[in-house]
Every structure is written in structure tokens, then in C-alpha cells.
């Protein structure tokens, strides 16, 4: 059987809502990294925010920043920052209107204002602590990804100024800022080649809408059972919910396990 690579979302996919690994899904991932198959992580979180999942499940691979930086094996493959010039203009934008930011570089993050609710509630819901505050961090470094703070409404309104730069939220209060063209299905598709594999030898589980263009893009594609509506209804297959044995069940139906 030809060697698979399957890849895996965190939040709602790895993670339950209690932000905690399930038993059969620690299981399922050892068990399939001794049937062979790369195992990687495709996330929107910055590589210092999963590193403890990494550990845990003993996985070298992955694809953060929702596809800006990539790395198989341990070795960068692929890195793609956000352009200073349109950064800064966007930063100008929402500091007018009063709009936090976080921006994310290969090793750390910063945030632009301090002690902002909608900072806080964005963050607490992934249980991180409130960053450091370092509104400059953008010129010095570069960016692989930002946060912008602000409801949808408003979020519209900006995004359609930064034809550069794509927005996608995750949380009632908060969305991800990418390089346009940016997204997991990019990061995927430069994982796999690094590995060598065939796209038909490809899997991938997820549960948003951050998840869809890389369900469309690997071979076979998998929903969670508590993924969004639009995820479902074009992955290849829905299994069941993170918490009721999700990622095990659908290893199992794909004969990977």
C-alpha cells in the first residue's frame, strides 16, 4: 500500500471543547504513525501556540498560519508573509476606528492596544493569555499573519479596502488576516509535494470554514461531526463528533487503522 499522509485542524478536530486531546484521538494518531503515514497539523494557530500538541503526539509536520508557513519533517518548506505596505496601512484603518490587532511572527506575537475586551474574549476562548503589547512589532519583523478585532459588519467594510490581504473569522469578534491566495489548501498542497506523495494519497480532517479549501484540495476530505454545515456538505466523508471518538471512527472507516 502506497505510504498516506493525513492532516488534522486542531480546534474542534484534535481539540474538544474543553480544549483537551481525546483519549481514542491520541490513540488513533499513534496508531496510524506506526501503520507509516505522515502525520501533520493544519491549523490557523502560529507554530509557539501548538507546540505542546506537537509534542504530545510526537508530530514534525505541519501547516500553520492557515498555509503562510509550512514545515515537513522538522525542516521549513514554505513561507509566505503578509506585504508590509499594506499591513501598515490596514494598522493605521483599525487603530481610526479603534480595533485591536495581534500580529504573529514565525516565533511570537504581540498586540497593539492592551487590555481590550474583545482581545480578551477572542483569546480566552482558545485559553491563551492576553499578549504583549508592541504596536511596532510590524516593521522589524516579518508578519506571517494578523488578527483583527472587530464584528463582521465592520470587518466587511475593511476588507473590502485590502484587495491584497484575505479575511477569514474564527471567532464572533476576531478574524484572521492573510496574504490574498492565502490558505491551508496552498500550505497543504506544499507539504505534500515536499513529501513527495501522491494527492490521491492525501486525507484530511476538519470542522470550519477555514478548513474548506483543503477538504476540497487533498484526496479524500473529512468533516467532523460538529463541523459547520458548509464543510459537510462537501467533504467526502462525516464522521463523528470530536468528542464521541471523531478522528477514530473516521480513521477506521478510511482503513488507515
Known amino acids: 500500500m502506497n505510504r498516506k499522509i493525513v492532516f488534522f485542524d486542531i480546534d474542534g478536530t484534535i481539540l474538544n471543547e474543553k480544549k483537551q486531546i481525546p483519549a481514542s484521538a491520541k490513540q488513533a494518531i499513534t496508531k496510524l504513525q506506526e501503520n ?41 518548506v514554505y513561507n509566505n508573509p503578509l506585504g508590509q505596505e499594506e499591513l501598515t496601512k490596514l494598522y493605521q484603518q483599525s487603530s481610526e476606528n ?4 495581534v500580529f504573529m511572527t514565525e516565533d511570537h506575537m504581540w ?11 477572542s483569546f480566552g476562548s482558545l485559553k491563551f493569555n492576553y499578549p504583549k503589547v508592541n504596536p511596532n512589532l510590524k516593521n522589524d519583523n516579518k508578519i506571517y499573519q494578523a488578527l483583527l478585532f472587530c464584528e463582521k459588519e465592520s470587518e466587511e467594510k475593511i476588507a473590502a479596502q485590502h484587495n491584497s490581504f484575505r479575511f477569514v473569522r474564527w471567532h464572533d469578534l476576531s478574524c484572521d488576516v492573510l496574504p490574498g491566495g492565502g490558505s491551508k489548501a496552498v500550505g497543504v498542497e506544499k507539504l505534500i509535494e515536499a513529501s513527495g506523495l501522491n494527492i490521491t494519497d492525501s486525507f484530511a480532517f476538519g470542522d470550519g470554514l477555514n478548513d474548506m479549501e483543503m477538504i476540497e484540495e487533498v484526496g479524500t476530505g473529512i468533516a467532523m461531526g460538529n463541523a459547520v454545515s458548509e464543510l459537510k456538505s462537501i467533504a467526502d466523508y462525516v464522521t463523528d463528533d470530536v468528542g464521541n471518538d471523531g478522528i477514530l471512527k473516521g480513521l477506521k472507516h478510511l482503513k488507515l487503522i
Open 36 to 76: 507509516g503515514a505522515y502525520v501533520a497539523i493544519a491549523t490557523g494557530r502560529a507554530p509557539f501556540m501548538f507546540e505542546t500538541i506537537r509534542k504530545e503526539l510526537g508530530i514534525e509536520s505541519y501547516v500553520s498560519y492557515n498555509g503562510q508557513y509550512v514545515v515537513f519533517e522538522g525542516e521549513v
Open 98 to 101: 479603534n480595533f485591536p490587532m
Open 111 to 121: 498586540a497593539s492596544v492592551a487590555d481590550h475586551p474583545y482581545i480578551t474574549e
